[in-house]
């Protein structure tokens, strides 16, 4: 059954499949269309409202962090009896957000020419296979369900050539089940941070101040935190009409070793424009543990009264699971602010 797939792309096939020469199809799988369910609390810990936006972006966060099947983008050779890498390859999990729906790809393009792009050229050898999910999110009382169903068809684009087609990344039915896998209820969760800040008024001096955080709480390992925000990265490209790849997340992910200058640029840009930490600030950032992970605690101190006056604010990533949960409560904030006035005053 012909179908073109340009009606399910309006934002961003007029570039990629803008050739008169491929092949475009869809192929009903031998199983039935599946519906999972998730249920997230209507409102975050700060009482800012849950939108169908930040569920679509964090259900593909998932897929792309989970895919079985990640982005590669590289020189390759061009068959598997020469090993000369004078082609290039682009191969992986792609996603789109469109209005109510998730629009997962899995391409497999290679280049004779060694082209790298990240858009289909017309040089390009292709056979790129999608899945169309809709999305419908309803209000019940304090929560949000979440309705996402995986169809029993698989879309396909294919570039024509003259014997064969090039091979898909993998099997239908194979990407589907890799799908349906890595987006089950218990394995999708939203992630947040909340910011709590305060003052600290106190009897020592700033280098006292520093003294004893560094002693009672030590320094954080800015390596450890995240580049950029993921579910921001993707909400930007979904009101954008851009699709997003692992490769694009993956440049925000915590590095765990000494950061590039690029790297650290772009941290200290994310952080000073998301909670107002400037790069001189960021150098006097304390640790506290909260579910197993350090979490970062900035404090800016400066003489008061004869005395000091320190400024906190702790930076505290928390999710909301897709049962209704949360795993961050007033207490628990409560408990770190302690623990900073504790070690301010000790």
């Given at each position: 059954m012909k179908k073109s797939i340009l009606s399910l792309f309006p934002l961003i096939m007029s570039v990629n499949f803008a050739y008169a020469s491929n092949y475009q199809d869809s192929e009903k799988l031998e199983v039935q269309p599946t519906t999972l369910s998730y249920k997230f609390l209507a409102t975050d810990f700060d009482g800012q409202p849950v939108d169908a936006l930040t569920i679509m972006a964090n259900l593909s966060r998932v897929i792309l962090d989970n895919t079985a099947y990640p982005t590669i983008a590289k020189k390759a050779p061009c068959s598997r009896w020469s090993s000369e890498e004078k082609c290039a390859i682009r191969t992986g999990t792609y996603i789109t957000i469109g209005k109510d729906k998730i629009i997962v790809e899995y391409h497999n393009v290679k280049n004779d020419a060694g082209a790298i792009t990240a858009k289909l050229v017309e040089s390009d050898i292709y056979n790129n296979l999608s899945f169309t999910l809709p999305v419908k999110v309803i209000q019940e009382e304090s929560y949000l369900v979440a309705k996402?169903?995986?169809?029993?068809?698989?879309?396909?684009?294919?570039?024509?050539?003259?014997?064969?087609?090039?091979?898909?990344?993998?099997?239908?039915?194979?990407?589907?089940?890799?799908?349906?896998?890595?987006?089950?209820?218990?394995?999708?969760?939203?992630?947040?941070?909340?910011?709590?800040?305060?003052?600290?008024?106190?009897?020592?001096?700033?280098?006292?101040?520093?003294?004893?955080?560094?002693?009672?709480?030590?320094?954080?390992?800015?390596?450890?935190?995240?580049?950029?925000?993921?579910?921001?990265?993707?909400?930007?490209?979904?009101?954008?009409?851009?699709?997003?790849?692992?490769?694009?997340?993956?440049?925000?992910?915590?590095?765990?070793?000494?950061?590039?200058?690029?790297?650290?640029?772009?941290?200290?840009?994310?952080?000073?424009?998301?909670?107002?930490?400037?790069?001189?600030?960021?150098?006097?950032?304390?640790?506290?543990?909260?579910?197993?992970?350090?979490?970062?605690?900035?404090?800016?101190?400066?003489?008061?009264?004869?005395?000091?006056?320190?400024?906190?604010?702790?930076?505290?990533?928390?999710?909301?699971?897709?049962?209704?949960?949360?795993?961050?409560?007033?207490?628990?904030?409560?408990?770190?602010?302690?623990?900073?006035?504790?070690?301010?005053?000790?």
């Open positions: 996402v169903i995986v169809p029993d068809t698989v879309e396909i684009n294919a570039s024509n050539m003259s014997l064969t087609r090039h091979n898909p990344l993998a099997q239908p039915i194979e990407l589907r089940n890799n799908l349906i896998s890595i987006i089950q209820p218990n394995k999708v969760e939203l992630t947040k941070y909340h910011l709590t800040q305060g003052e600290i008024d106190n009897q020592y001096s700033v280098d006292s101040v520093h003294g004893n955080l560094g002693r009672l709480l030590g320094k954080y390992d800015w390596h450890k935190f995240p580049i950029c925000d993921t579910n921001d990265k993707i909400i930007h490209n979904a009101t954008s009409g851009k699709e997003i790849s692992t490769l694009d997340i993956k440049t925000c992910k915590p590095t765990g070793t000494k950061l590039t200058d690029s790297q650290r640029k772009a941290q200290e840009e994310f952080i000073e424009a998301k909670w107002d930490i400037n790069t001189d600030q960021i150098m006097n950032t304390y640790r506290y543990k909260l579910h197993g992970n350090y979490i970062p605690i900035n404090v800016v101190a400066y003489p008061y009264r004869n005395q000091s006056k320190a400024v906190y604010k702790a930076i505290i990533p928390y999710a909301m699971s897709s049962d209704g949960g949360i795993n961050l409560d007033s207490t628990q904030v409560t408990t770190i602010v302690k623990a900073i006035e504790s070690a301010v005053s000790s």
